[in-house]
């Protein structure tokens, strides 16, 4: 009876924690596609300060999250937000607007993708 | 390399576990539910254990999930028959009478080949040797003869044989087993006597077990290291 209440105990933990897993996922990958939705405005808009500032913040989001992240999502699937996020910086700094756009547009689908490879859709469970 | 190293060594400690919990079950006889677990779990620790790149948890999950599904599958399996049915089968019967039950047998996709390998096995020539044979769950075939062929019984020759019991180790390779000479009813005193008997002193022995019925068997350490059968006394 005791392997049976381990059992069922690790049963209600296990999606416990997956349920966290997922919510931690949603809330992280909002907040960063958010701060990288703004840092494109504000470079459509030729404010560059503001923009980094954005880029600022969404680069140490990232590392924050990407420790974490990294204990439950396929490494290979955080490498091209690495990439992203290390070049996002420089491109801003280079006055390489279009290219600058282009990457974090491209982080930010990679961002949603990571989240939509984990949410509870027939594509992904078939 | 290291990360490897140390993947391992978990997901190591959390196969034994996840097998200890499953039961000793798990460890011979598999029915089918518990065959596709043992086969699963292997999968399961062998994928992170390579990959460096998968999160561990990925391999622990669904390890835990699988053992966690098993005990409740076996707790549910054991207060319901229709439930241990539709997941274990229930046994069927191949031989009546020496009368092979070929439907039965192509139902279990058992061929004349396996049935005339366990008969083999179990030490019969021929059908008619066999009055019942029942595939079990387990994949096993139980093999009972018919009257005239079963292997003759003390009962039946109306003999009385003093049972000695199952025997309990009292010295296994030199270390002497207290616990085994208390439940055996006797002391140090006796085992002393016993040995003295022989010439030996407890270093000297590699086994030596007493059953019930008082039958002593010492067998000593052979001077090479290895314990040689020739040694054997009984007592």
Not at chain 2, 48 to 77: D, F, K, N, R, Y
Not at chain 2, 112 to 129: K, P, W
Request: glycine share 6%; charged share 20%; net charge negative.
């Amino acid at each position: 009876m005791n392997k049976l209440r381990i059992a069922i105990i690790l049963l209600l933990i296990i999606p416990a924690l997956i349920a966290g897993t997922h919510l931690y996922l949603r809330a992280a990958t909002d907040e960063m596609c958010s701060e990288l939705t703004s840092a494109q405005k504000y470079a459509l808009a030729d404010d560059k300060k503001e923009a980094a500032r954005q880029v600022a913040a969404f680069t140490k989001s990232w590392q924050n999250s990407s420790q974490i992240m990294a204990t439950f999502i396929r490494h290979s699937e955080l490498d091209p937000v690495n990439i992203s996020a290390a070049r996002l910086k420089p491109l801003l700094s280079e006055e390489e607007n279009g290219d600058f756009l282009a990457e974090s547009a491209a982080t930010v689908a990679q961002l949603r993708h990571i989240w939509e490879s984990d949410r509870f859709t027939p594509d992904n469970i078939f | 390399m290291g990360i490897s190293f140390v993947r391992t060594i978990i997901l190591y400690l959390t196969v034994i576990a996840a097998v200890r919990i499953m039961g000793k079950r798990e460890i011979g006889e598999l029915q089918p539910s518990e065959l596709v677990v043992a086969i699963l779990i292997s999968e399961l620790a062998a994928i992170p254990m390579q990959e460096t790149g998968i999160p561990l948890v990925s391999g622990i999950v669904p390890i835990l999930t699988l053992l966690s599904c098993e005990i409740v599958l076996s707790a549910v399996t054991m207060t319901s028959s229709r439930v241990r049915r539709l997941i274990s089968g229930s046994p069927s019967v191949l031989i009546m009478n020496g009368v092979i039950d070929q439907k039965e047998m192509r139902r279990l996709r058992f061929t004349l080949d396996d049935l005339m390998e366990e008969l083999r096995i179990s030490g019969y020539m021929s059908v008619s040797e066999v009055a019942v044979a029942v595939a079990e769950t387990n994949g096993k075939l139980s093999i009972f003869p018919t009257s005239e062929n079963k292997p003759v019984t003390a009962g039946m020759m109306n003999l009385t044989i003093q049972d000695g019991g199952l025997p309990s180790t009292i010295i296994s390779d030199g270390d002497v087993c207290p616990q085994a000479l208390k439940t055996t009813g006797r002391n140090m005193a006796w085992l002393g006597g016993k040995l003295a008997e022989q010439g030996l002193a407890p270093d000297d022995v590699f086994l030596m077990t007493v059953d019930r019925a008082g039958t002593t068997v010492i067998i000593p350490k052979d001077k090479n290291g290895a314990a040689g059968a020739s040694g054997r006394a009984r007592a």
